[in-house]
Structures are given as structure tokens and as C-alpha cells.
């Protein structure tokens, strides 16, 4: 069998993005025959970015409901909160301790915040948490520990899957004596959708406050989301540049091929912007909309969520402990009495 996993930051509300790059995809692989899937909320990495509870809780109960909205089956997927699997974090400091300190040196997101800090004139450093330091060794834990072999994934989060596979192979090398220990990771993306825009063009993302929600806010949230995508000035009857167009990108992600090319020919012919909003709106609601009931029925039962996701643990926490108690014998600790 093939191992399939992915998660999702609990620290906002799950956008068109987050579905087309990460949930639609690791869905349908999910329902391939011989594939056993590992979703989660990572919760974990929530605290990186953000320090208000009652924000990450809001979040972790749209994701888990956006989730199974979308169609997860948590019978055939073992979908859980990464807090609740103690053994990741225990697994972190393992790879910590094999991780060059210099290949966290260019993570993304660590970079990110210290370029700004020096173009702001500030110490690099300043606000940087050893959290945001060590993300991708966190990040790394939660691929490794369940010995995935395709994780799907937006293109923001390439780097973090091949910083795990160079953690992976460190580890092998230092204690593997031969053995593949811990897997390979690869990340999944697809080439066209692996990097959704946002409402200014800019990728779609939580920290950008450009995002469309997906379900949140109702139908009548997604029109009012989509008119404030930003188009050029041109007017009713003048023709447009379809490949100049962001909203043509969030067109394609939900699309077939025909209509991808009728869309482009209207807009050329002239098609107005407020008419090509009105068919986007329609074309999303066509496919989330079916969704949307089961979404609010969850989101009025967190307990049943919950339920989900304590089942959920305990089937993951049964394939961790065996593979954590290897390891800790590789490394040269005693097991957990
Ligand atoms: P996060 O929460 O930022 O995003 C969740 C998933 O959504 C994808 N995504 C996008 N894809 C296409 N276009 C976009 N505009 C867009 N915005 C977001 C992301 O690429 C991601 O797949 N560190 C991860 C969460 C994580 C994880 C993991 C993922 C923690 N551990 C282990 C995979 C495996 C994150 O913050 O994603």
C-alpha cells in the first residue's frame, strides 16, 4: 500500500486555496484503491503564527467540518489533531538533533521574517520564535512518523517536504545501519493548480487577507467575495486578456476544459467583468454548494467532530508508538516502561 498525507494549519478559515491545492486533491487520492490516507489539523504549527485560543479552536472545528464536507471518509482515512499524537512531538526532537541548524537558515518562512525585519531596518531576528525556527522539523515529524510517500501539497510547502526527505535520509545514514528507517517523503502537486491567486492576484493566503472562504459566510459571502476580485479597467464590449487575468486562474480550478476555453473566447468577445464574476460565482457554487448543507449540520455538532477526531487518534496513535519505539531503540534510548 501507498501512503498518502496531509494537513492544514489551524489558524484561519479554510479558503478556495487550501481546497484546490491541498483538500480536493488528498480527497480523491484517498479514494484510490490501495492508498491509506493520513489527514490531519495541525494544530501544533497553529501556535507558530498565532496566540489567541479561541481563534485556533474556531479554526480547527471549520477545517475538520470543511473536511469531511468535502467529502473525507473517516472510515477509509485516518483523519486526527496533530496535538493528540504525542509521539510527533517526541519524534521532533529526534530530528532535531539530526537537523544542520543551516538548512533552517533558509526555510522559507524564517527567511521571510528576517528579510523583512532587515528591509524594516530592524534586527533580523526580532520577533523570530525558535517555533517558527524549526517549523519544517515539526512539519518533517508529521510526514516521517507515519512513513508517508506522497504528500499533496499548494507549491508554498515544496520546500518543507524536501527539508523532510534530507531529514529522513540524515537519519537513515546516522542509525539506519542499512535500513530504510524512516521514508522518503515526495511532495504531490499539480502543476496548474499549485498555486491558487487571491482576490489582489497575489497567492491566495490567510496572512495576505486576500482569500475567498470557501464555505464560511454562506453563498451570499462567496458573491460578495468574488466581487472584490480585482480586474482591469476595461469595459463592457472591449475585449480582455484572459491570460492577463487572475480571475481567470480561479476559473480554470474549477472548470472542465471546454469551459475554460468558452470562458476565454466571451472574454475576448467582450464579456463584462461584473458578468464574468456572476459565472464564477455560479460555476463555485455548482461544486461547493452541494457541500454547504453538511458543513453547517457539522458545524452545529462539534461533538461529533470531536468524536471523529478521538477515533481518529487512537488509529494513528497505534501505527506512531510502534515505529517511535524502533527508533528510540536506533538511537540508542531505552523503550517507554
Ligand atoms: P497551510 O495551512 O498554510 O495550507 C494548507 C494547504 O493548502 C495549500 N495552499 C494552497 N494551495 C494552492 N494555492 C494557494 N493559494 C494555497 N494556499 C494554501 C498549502 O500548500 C497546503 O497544502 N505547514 C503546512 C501544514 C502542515 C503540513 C504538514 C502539510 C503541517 N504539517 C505535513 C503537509 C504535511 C501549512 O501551514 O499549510
Not at 483538500?23 to 494544530?43: H, Q
Not at 497553529?46 to 471518509?73: M, Q, V, Y
Not at 506512531?320 to 524502533?326: M, S
Request: proline letters at 6%.
Amino acid at each position: 500500500t501507498e501512503r498518502v498525507l496531509t494537513g492544514i494549519t489551524t489558524t484561519g478559515t479554510p479558503h478556495l486555496g487550501n481546497y484546490v491545492g491541498a483538500i480536493r486533491p488528498s480527497i480523491e487520492a484517498s479514494r484510490a484503491e490501495g492508498v491509506e490516507s493520513f489527514f490531519f489539523l495541525a494544530d501544533f504549527h497553529a501556535l507558530i503564527k498565532c496566540d489567541d485560543p479561541a481563534r485556533i479552536e474556531r479554526s480547527r472545528l471549520e477545517i475538520a467540518a470543511t473536511w469531511l464536507a468535502a467529502g473525507l471518509d473517516p472510515e477509509r482515512v485516518t483523519f486526527y489533531r496533530q496535538s493528540d499524537i504525542p509521539e510527533i512531538t517526541e519524534l521532533t526532537w529526534l530530528l532535531t538533533c539530526v537537523t544542520a541548524k543551516g538548512q533552517m537558515n533558509r526555510a522559507h518562512a524564517y527567511k521571510a521574517a528576517t528579510d523583512a525585519n532587515v528591509a524594516a531596518g530592524e534586527d533580523p531576528d526580532a520577533g523570530v520564535t525558535m517555533g517558527l525556527y524549526c517549523y519544517p522539523i515539526l512539519m518533517a515529524a508529521d510526514i516521517l512518523m507515519f512513513k508517508a510517500h506522497r504528500v499533496p501539497v499548494g507549491r508554498d510547502q515544496v520546500q518543507h517536504i524536501e527539508m523532510a526527505r534530507d531529514v529522513a535520509q540524515r537519519f537513515n545514514h546516522l542509525y539506519g545501519q542499512g535500513r530504510e528507517l524512516l521514508v522518503l517523503p515526495q511532495a504531490q502537486i499539480d502543476e496548474e493548480l499549485a498555486t491558487l491567486p487571491g482576490l489582489d492576484g497575489r497567492k491566495m493566503s490567510k496572512s495576505y487577507d486576500n482569500t475567498i472562504p470557501l464555505f464560511e459566510g454562506g453563498a451570499r459571502g462567496l458573491k460578495e467575495a468574488v466581487a472584490r476580485i480585482v480586474t482591469d479597467s476595461r469595459l463592457p464590449g472591449e475585449p480582455k486578456d484572459p491570460d492577463a487575468s487572475h480571475l481567470v486562474t480561479i476559473w480554470d480550478a474549477f472548470a472542465t476544459p471546454p469551459q475554460r476555453q468558452q470562458f476565454r473566447a466571451d472574454l475576448r468577445a467582450g464579456l463584462a467583468w461584473g458578468e464574468a464574476k456572476q459565472r464564477l460565482v455560479d460555476l463555485i457554487e455548482a461544486h461547493i454548494g452541494p457541500m454547504r448543507p453538511r458543513y453547517e449540520e457539522l458545524m452545529a455538532h462539534p461533538e461529533r467532530i470531536e468524536e471523529i477526531l478521538q477515533e481518529g487518534a487512537r488509529k494513528a496513535r497505534a501505527v506512531a508508538r510502534p515505529l517511535l519505539a524502533e527508533l528510540r531503540e536506533a538511537v540508542g534510548l531505552r523503550p517507554l516502561k
